[in-house]
């Protein structure tokens, strides 16, 4: 269920990003060409792509995609590299709940008292903030859906059937 999410929001994510070089490809073509620039593309594109970001973080996890140093991991037999990716996703579940848990009231204070942005757009500042509750809580749930997983001698995290990773 948590990898359906996950995968749902990371084509979200996807689209987020591709929003984000639409809106900065206009705005250099307008502010170069026309002598015209806006007030909105620069905000909105870091807005896009914080949220977009932290969306796909739990997909990224989930694929196993994240940048990780493996030199000494790989050496390892089966079962203690198991073992290993185990304690490692226990890990990223508590602090990304710690996270998730300690985002949550900072994001809530901000909608309740109505913060904006300094800016022109005056953007509410929970906008901002209620992604990292969300995105860390993704996160922690898919560590602890991707351990339990590995405990109960599941597949390792890898790219979901048909889907295309690129080996460099």
Request: charged share 15%; glycine share 8%.
């Amino acid at each position: 269920m948590i990898g359906r999410i996950a995968s749902a929001l990371a084509w979200f994510s996807s689209l987020l990003l591709f929003a984000v070089g639409v809106m900065l490809t206009y705005e250099v073509v307008a502010r170069y060409f026309f002598n015209s620039p806006t007030i909105w593309a620069e905000e909105l594109s870091r807005l896009f792509m914080i949220w977009a970001v932290f969306l796909a973080s739990a997909t990224l996890l989930r694929w196993d995609d994240h940048i990780r140093v493996t030199v000494v991991v790989d050496l390892l037999p089966e079962a203690p590299r198991r073992a290993m990716r185990v304690v490692t996703l226990t890990f990223v579940a508590v602090v990304a709940g710690f996270v998730a848990w300690h985002g949550l009231p900072i994001a809530l204070q901000s909608y309740e008292v109505g913060r904006t942005t300094g800016s022109m757009l005056g953007i509410p500042q929970w906008w901002w903030q209620a992604v990292i509750p969300l995105g860390f809580g993704l996160v922690c749930l898919q560590a602890v859906a991707s351990a339990v997983t590995l405990l109960f001698g599941g597949p390792e995290p890898g790219p979901e059937e048909g889907s295309h990773k690129v080996e460099v």
